[in-house]
């Protein structure tokens, strides 16, 4: 099972901006498609945007579509999650994992379990 570091979170108004991280020592990453979760307060996990293993082909949920970019950098073993235009329905805590890029059509899976993730809050 691939282990993940997620980083980048922090405290931001309605409207700021912040990068997400999502590291891991695994060689096998670049045959890996990542996807980016989220957590709310009393809330399941949702997926949330994935690129697949080469970067080629990547994958929003509507709520975020304008407003977060998903990129990877493979020499870095790194997957990057843009976000824009931060509103406060975006607080939770993301989650990274390998996935299905673009999402199947029952839903976005992970095929590891959820590591520790990174607090993103947003204020009004």
């Known amino acids: 099972e691939v282990e993940f570091v997620e980083s980048g979170g922090g405290l931001v108004q309605t409207g700021g901006s912040l990068r997400l991280s999502c590291s891991t020592s695994?060689?096998?990453?670049?045959?890996?498609?990542i996807g980016w979760f989220r957590q709310a307060p009393g809330k399941e996990h949702k997926g949330v945007s994935c690129?697949?293993?080469?970067?080629?082909?990547?994958d929003y949920a509507d709520s975020v579509k304008g407003r977060f970019t998903i990129s990877r950098d493979n020499a870095k073993n790194t997957v990057y999650l843009q976000m824009a235009n931060l509103k406060p329905d975006d607080t939770a805590v993301y989650f990274c994992?390998?996935?299905?890029?673009?999402?199947?059509?029952?839903?976005?899976?992970?095929?590891?379990?959820w590591g520790r993730g990174t607090q993103v809050t947003v204020s009004s």
């Open positions: 994992q390998s996935t299905l890029c673009p999402p199947s059509g029952d839903g976005w899976y992970r095929f590891g379990s």
């Open positions: 690129v697949s293993k080469n970067g080629g082909v990547t």
């Open positions: 695994e060689e096998t990453f670049g045959a890996l498609a």
